[in-house]
């Protein structure tokens, strides 16, 4: 917390003293944007889908990983929203290569790593659409700025401008069970630069995610209290260069399933960021992370605390520089460099179901460190565009320890993790050839890299009746991957694309049965994944179609103590899931959208033993104007009440959101 009072204080010192220095004239007025530098030429050359901020604005459940979902291959561990799932469990992958509950794709906000340090999670429910102009989802593996996470892909959040989020915006809704959901903004120019604030407030009882005829009289509804703040400054130091202030603070308090089953995240976030257009571009950021999480388990037979998570602090620090020298108009080239810090560890205390007494008291965590050099260059000759990168990490594991003691405080073990370290390098290279102005045909080829985290390494955990051990010995995971695909415009309304793809991890980590109930991390040989993706866009002046699907064949591939899911399809995986939303503007600033998605079928484990049925929900949002910036929304979430089941062990089911509708007021946005 010191760390970060102390950038905040500095950084808003730097914006007090520069920005009054660049008032100016409507003559020579400096125009900031806010933004990173612009996509290289051959950013087509990959799988991409944007989600633009009007699409943001009108997500039904007013949720990001919502707003997500609409990316085909996109995926979070479980099927629970950011309201009803325990947060360490919401890892973000891509391409059907989940397994565990840890984020295989690079979540990145304003060119900042969003997953915690110690879990991998997202901490979906403090990153609001609102307050984004867009998110650019790219699959397949990366070998660029913060490469070594993004090993599904990348997904990055562009907070909005002074230009979407001037002046006061805000809402608030109410739903049928009585929760509710505020947000607000207020945007205002700061000399030639700009600040923009806002908060967001959500609050309920939530619903029984345990069917009713499993339900017992401690059974509890997924209740959740949680808010987020945050304040961006944008100020230009000179005519080409601007200073990027960034800071996030946010708290999230739930409960699961039985009453006292609490568990909680924080975080406090911080970041500076400078973004040069001359003719050297550059983009530096720099960034440091306070994260917390505690979490309560209650027996599922005798209903009282079997295991207090009561602290896991981390911290998270890190930076990157990237340079674009000018070596002429048909190439782009990027030099740089990126550093990322992940330092936490648990404190937990074992109660026994019976004697309420503390029967013992756990330790444990340690670092890992990456570092990593990347260079990429862009060549368009005409019609055809070729790119290609290489990049080098030096990654480091170390102070890696597990310390027990028993009820009486009295040492019971105490293990110290030998260091490990190493080089690993990655690559990647694509082609886009513009047919006409109409098609386009692109392939690219890729590797990539992704640590163990702390979380995998030394955290177990248990989600009754099953137990999931750690594993300090976790090697690293490595993909190798390849894609080719059609983009296709026949006209200005209308964008078609489709992408085949096969992509492998080796070393995959998941979460093994090794007995009845009993699961550790472990790498298994590997996990492949082939498949389509699909995407359509269709324009029609008020009335517009966004679809797009996800066909995957996934398997594990294992041997030795892994054999029994050789040829299994990954736990958490579906074989299909896709979605279309349809659109309708009768007149300006009226909305009226519905969303159809499917879920195929999936297991929760890795042995194929316990289904989660496929699920088919509908979704629907409107607005209508009142009177100027005031507008009614009305929101309906799983409209056909759909039984979503979110999770299956041995017949211990938890559901996902019931029928719910939302209505309020908005100003702006």
């Known amino acids: 917390m010191a760390t970060y009072r102390?950038?905040?204080?500095?950084?808003?010192?730097?914006?007090?003293?520069?920005?009054?220095?660049?008032?100016q004239s409507d003559d020579d007025l400096i125009v900031v944007t806010g933004e990173g530098l612009e996509e290289t030429p051959a950013a087509p050359a990959y799988d991409v889908q944007v989600i633009e901020r009007d699409e943001l604005?009108?997500?039904?459940?007013?949720?990001?990983?919502?707003?997500?979902?609409?990316?085909?291959?996109?995926?979070?561990?479980?099927?629970?929203?950011?309201?009803?799932?325990?947060?360490?469990?919401?890892?973000?992958?891509?391409?059907?290569?989940?397994g565990n509950a840890t984020s295989r794709a690079l979540v990145l906000l304003d060119g900042v790593p969003m997953s915690d340090p110690f879990f991998g999670y997202v901490p979906f429910s403090a990153l609001a659409p609102e307050r984004l102009s867009q998110i650019r989802v790219t699959r397949g593996g990366g070998s660029g700025p913060f490469g070594a996470g993004a090993l599904a892909g990348t997904i990055e959040l562009e907070s909005a401008g002074i230009d979407a989020l001037s002046g006061f915006n805000g809402q608030v809704l109410a739903n049928d069970r009585g929760e509710t959901e505020a947000s607000g903004s207020y945007g205002a120019n700061l000399g030639s630069g700009f600040v923009v604030a806002s908060g967001r407030w959500d609050r309920g009882k939530g619903f029984f995610t345990t069917p009713e005829?499993?339900?017992?009289?401690?059974?509890?509804?997924?209740?959740?209290?949680?808010?987020?703040?945050?304040?961006?400054?944008?100020?230009?130091?000179?005519?080409?260069?601007?200073?990027?202030?960034?800071?996030?603070?946010?708290?999230?308090?739930?409960?699961?399933?039985?009453?006292?089953?609490?568990?909680?995240?924080?975080?406090?976030?911080a970041s500076i960021r400078l973004v040069g257009r001359g003719e050297w571009e550059f983009d530096a950021i720099g960034y440091v992370q306070a994260r917390n999480f505690t979490n309560i388990v209650i027996s599922s037979t005798r209903f009282v605390p079997v295991l207090d998570q009561r602290n896991t602090p981390s911290t998270g620090i890190g930076g990157k520089f990237e340079i674009r020298p000018p070596v002429g108009e048909d190439h782009v080239l990027r030099l740089g460099a990126d550093y990322r810090q992940s330092e936490g560890e648990l404190f937990e205390t074992a109660i026994s179901a019976f004697s309420g007494n503390v029967t013992a008291r756990r330790n444990a965590g340690g670092t890992n460190t990456d570092l990593g050099f990347f260079i990429e260059d862009d060549w368009t000759s005409g019609a055809l565009t070729l790119t290609a990168g290489a990049r080098l990490d030096r990654w480091n594991i170390r102070n890696g320890f597990f310390d027990e003691r028993d009820g009486g405080g009295l040492p019971v073990s105490s293990t110290a993790y030998p260091d490990r370290a190493g080089w690993d390098a990655s690559f990647r290279g694509g082609a886009l050839y513009r047919i006409s102005e109409a098609a386009a045909l692109r392939?690219?080829?890729?590797?990539?890299?992704?640590?163990?985290?702390?979380?995998?390494?030394?955290?177990?955990?248990v989600v009754f009746p099953v137990v999931t051990q750690a594993n300090a010995s976790l090697e690293n995971e490595r993909l190798e991957g390849f894609e080719a695909g059609i983009d296709l415009t026949p006209a200005e309304s209308v964008a078609l694309s489709l992408t085949a793809f096969d992509n492998r991890v080796k070393n995959a980590i998941a979460n093994v049965t090794i007995a009845p109930n009993l699961r550790q991390r472990r790498n298994i040989d590997a996990i492949r994944a082939r498949g389509l993706e699909a995407s359509a866009r269709v324009d029609l002046g008020r009335l517009s179609f966004n679809a797009s699907a996800a066909w995957t064949d996934a398997e594990a591939r294992g041997s030795g103590f892994a054999s029994a899911l050789d040829g299994n399809r990954p736990s958490q995986t579906p074989r299909f899931a896709g979605g279309a939303t349809v659109t309708y503007r009768p007149a300006r600033d009226w909305v009226i959208s519905a969303t159809l998605r499917h879920v195929g079928s999936q297991f929760e484990d890795d042995l194929e033993t316990d289904v989660l049925p496929?699920?088919?929900?509908?979704?629907?949002?409107?607005?209508?104007?009142i009177t100027g910036k005031l507008a009614f929304v009305l929101r309906g979430e799983n409209l056909t009440g759909e039984t979503i089941v979110t999770r299956n062990q041995g017949g211990s089911i938890d559901l996902g959101t019931p029928t719910t509708i939302w209505g309020g007021l908005r100003w702006g946005f």
């Open 213 to 269: 005829a499993d339900r017992v009289p401690l059974s509890a509804r997924a209740s959740f209290d949680g808010w987020s703040t945050q304040l961006r400054a944008v100020a230009p130091l000179s005519d080409n260069v601007e200073l990027q202030v960034r800071g996030l603070a946010y708290r999230d308090e739930r409960i699961l399933r039985f009453e006292g089953a609490e568990s909680s995240i924080e975080g406090q976030d």
């Open 614 to 625: 496929a699920a088919t929900t509908l979704d629907a949002f409107a607005q209508v104007p």
């Open 6 to 23: 102390s950038l905040m204080a500095g950084t808003a010192l730097a914006l007090f003293c520069t920005s009054p220095a660049f008032a």
């Open 57 to 98: 604005l009108a997500v039904p459940s007013g949720r990001i990983e919502d707003a997500l979902s609409s990316v085909a291959g996109f995926q979070q561990f479980r099927r629970s929203d950011s309201r009803s799932a325990n947060a360490s469990a919401q890892g973000a992958t891509l391409r059907a290569l989940g």
């Open 443 to 461: 392939a690219a080829a890729y590797s990539g890299l992704r640590l163990p985290t702390l979380n995998e390494l030394y955290r177990p955990f």
